[in-house]
């Protein structure tokens, strides 16, 4: 017997609305990633202000501590690094084209292609320039919606009353309250490990006498925060530059990074990680790749938050249809 079905008005108006809400999640989906990128921050520095406020310390006044102290160590670190770093870097970006000639006759590149495409980088300044304004821009809006999240936070339970029932209100902060740990142990595990991992690869790149070892360890430092592939990357740069001196100085750095990567898999990772739960290798990989078409860099670092957070959500379903 055939099935009848019947489209009343009511459901036709949730289909348009739920086509409306993707369209408009698209349209708007830069927000959304800083303001997920927001959440990230906040569910990290928010122990730090509960804690705080514990001691009765106003809200405002605890999350204004917080960034103070922030901003301060970002100076103190700046002031210490920031000249060396600028130095080297503007070395490193002035020799350039002599370590690719250099590569050249290793690999059997043509040379004057080389030397097009580096004479090319010049007219992309005002690009760079431009970009890098962009960047700051948005640090300071991530910065600012950081700050009004925390300072909201307590307020979620007052937010949901009247818009949901006692046990649905419950349960939504139960959610919310794990997403956030989840969140915030996996960013500040991940500063933690990059931090490690930079100290390290500055270490050892200085013992064996690389070049630019502060901006080749601070590469490797912020690909940490790509999951599998990161160490891999940034250990490409320093090789090249290593090569140019001798295969074997290049040979022993792929041995160092292949032994702080062993290092960090074995020991660091299961040491700051354990509140996490690791992704597995190639489910990191599939994240990666489709967060870099989506959204870019910006897709490729937000890629695994933005899985444990659907992770979480479908584990808490799963177990509320399996508590009954």
């Not at 993707?22 to 509960?50: H, K, N």
């Not at 595990?189 to 601070?218: D, N």
């Not at 967060?291 to 979480?312: D, K, M, N, S």
């Amino acid at each position: 017997m055939p099935t009848e079905i019947r489209l009343n008005f009511k459901s036709f108006i949730y289909a348009i609305l739920i086509v409306v809400g993707i369209w408009l999640m698209i349209e708007i989906r830069g927000t959304l990633a800083l303001l997920f990128a927001s959440f990230i921050l906040m569910s990290a520095l928010r122990p730090f202000v509960e804690k705080m406020v514990s001691w009765k310390w106003p809200r405002f006044i605890a999350v204004f501590v917080i960034y103070l102290i922030i901003i301060c160590l970002f100076t103190i670190v700046g002031s210490l690094l920031l000249p060396p770093l600028v130095s080297e870097s503007i070395r490193l970006a002035n020799n350039l084209p002599n370590y690719l000639i250099t590569l050249a006759q290793y690999f059997n590149f043509d040379q004057q292609t080389i030397i097009n495409q580096v004479g090319s980088l010049g007219q992309n300044a005002l690009k760079v320039t431009l970009s890098l304004f962009s960047d700051v821009l948005t640090f300071f809006a991530v910065a600012v919606f950081t700050f009004y999240l925390l300072l909201a936070r307590s307020n979620t339970q007052h937010f949901l009353i009247g818009i949901i029932t006692n046990d649905q209100r419950q349960r939504s902060l139960n959610l919310l309250d794990k997403i956030e740990l989840r969140m915030g142990a996996w960013f500040r595990g991940q500063l933690i490990l990059g931090l490690i991992i930079g100290v390290l690869s500055y270490i050892g790149l200085s013992l064996l006498g690389i070049s630019y070892a502060l901006p080749l360890a601070l590469i490797a430092g912020v690909l940490e925060m790509v999951p599998t592939i990161g160490p891999i990357i940034s250990a490409i740069p320093a090789m090249l530059i290593a090569v140019t001196v001798s295969p074997g100085l290049a040979a022993l750095v792929a041995l160092l990074y292949f032994i702080i990567q062993q290092l960090e898999n074995h020991l660091f990772v299961p040491q700051v990680m354990m509140q996490t739960v690791g992704v597995a290798p190639l489910i990191s990989i599939i994240l990666l790749m489709i967060g870099g078409r989506l959204g870019g860099i910006g897709g490729i670092i937000l890629a695994i938050p933005i899985y444990l957070v659907i992770e979480t959500i479908v584990k808490e379903v799963i177990n509320k249809k399996t508590n009954g």
